[in-house]
């Protein structure tokens, strides 16, 4: 555990008066955002309380000075103090990352660009390659976390991080994946450790979206189609990204053994949804084995689609539109042999 240093209100900027608690921070200065994990004046010290694992973080001048310039782009009195206990709430979250070794990715946190805080509550931070976090900052006395409908969609969860009265400390209360309510009892949070096994469990997904920025997943091989010669199009025609990629599976069967390739095509229909296009070959064979199950599960758990091939199918596909952040599983099964694959747009 790391001693703390107190250091008078002073050394804090304008927004000190917004809230009745004297502040007291750390003496050390720091210039920038994220903190490195090294530096002696947090304190990660991470506590067993209440049966469930939580994380310290010390707001320091530079956290401060950090929400105190977002608060000023507020109009909004009222506005302008939820900004502020926002960024202190992501400025926490985000050095939890670091400590845990977690990239992060300012310049795609909505919260953390001089426009976007004006037009809600968001208190979002990109994990890269993984997707958007809400922050959600929880006052000391509260029993519950507040969940603005602007966050519900395009979130790949929810950590909720409690500040003290003095605004001097953030603790990492608790994760939960999903939400469609406004208000969730502390109680209902899951840990820390489900936040780290979903993080674990992103990574190992395939990123769709990544496809876009030529970055095809370990085990995939980008295919380059061919486009059959068709009539002149307008030098104008808009053009949707695409991008196809391929992977060799094959299903174990007693006594034969069925090798395929797994294609999948995805095109940008908008800024939030992409077309996805599976399909399954035969490889080394005229046919695929008769009943093979070609089967899309959705977050629930449940089956979203499934399609089986008949007698000499040489290809079985399915397509369907997806929006970014969705998770989904694929599942290429016969018999007991399954293939299973898991995605994330």
């Known amino acids: 555990m790391l001693l703390l240093l107190i250091a008078p209100c002073s050394l804090l900027p304008a927004p000190c008066s917004l809230f009745p608690a004297p502040y007291s921070v750390l003496p050390t200065p720091c210039s920038l955002f994220p903190v490195p994990c090294s530096l002696c004046y947090i304190n990660n010290t991470m506590n067993n309380t209440q049966e469930k694992l939580t994380f310290k973080v010390a707001l320091t001048p530079s956290a401060h000075r950090l929400a105190e310039k977002f608060r000023r782009q507020q109009s909004n009195p009222d506005q302008g103090k939820q900004v502020y206990l926002n960024t202190l709430a992501v400025y926490a979250m985000n050095f939890y990352c670091q400590c845990m070794g977690i990239d992060t990715d300012f310049s795609n946190s909505s919260s953390l660009t001089p426009v976007i805080p004006t037009l809600g509550d968001i208190a979002d931070l990109y994990l890269n390659n993984l997707g958007k976090l809400e922050c959600l900052p929880v006052l000391p006395q509260s029993q519950v976390i507040k969940i603005p409908p602007v966050v519900w969609e395009h979130r790949i969860g929810y950590m909720a991080v409690q500040l003290n009265e003095s605004l001097t400390e953030a603790t990492l209360l608790g994760f939960i994946k999903t939400s469609k309510t406004q208000e969730l009892p502390l109680s209902e949070l899951g840990s820390l450790e489900d936040f780290l096994e979903r993080i674990e469990t992103l990574s190992q997904c395939v990123n769709l979206s990544q496809w876009f920025n030529q970055i095809c997943d370990k085990g995939w091989q980008r295919v380059k189609t061919q486009k059959s010669p068709s009539a002149p199009q307008p030098a104008f025609r808009f053009r949707r990204p695409r991008f196809t ?83 989904f599983t694929l599942k290429v099964a016969l018999e007991e042999a399954i293939f299973t694959e898991y995605f994330v747009v």
């Open 245 to 327: 990629a391929a992977k060799s599976i094959t299903l174990e069967t007693k006594p034969v053994s069925y090798p395929m390739d797994l294609v999948v095509t995805v095109t940008q229909e908008s800024e939030q949804e992409i077309d996805i296009d599976i399909q399954v070959y035969a490889r080394g064979s005229d046919h695929l084995p008769l009943g093979l199950k070609l089967m899309v599960i959705d977050e629930s758990g449940e089956i979203f689609s499934e399609v089986s091939a008949g007698i000499n199918d040489t290809i079985i596909s399915n397509g369907f539109i997806g929006e970014r952040q969705e998770e």
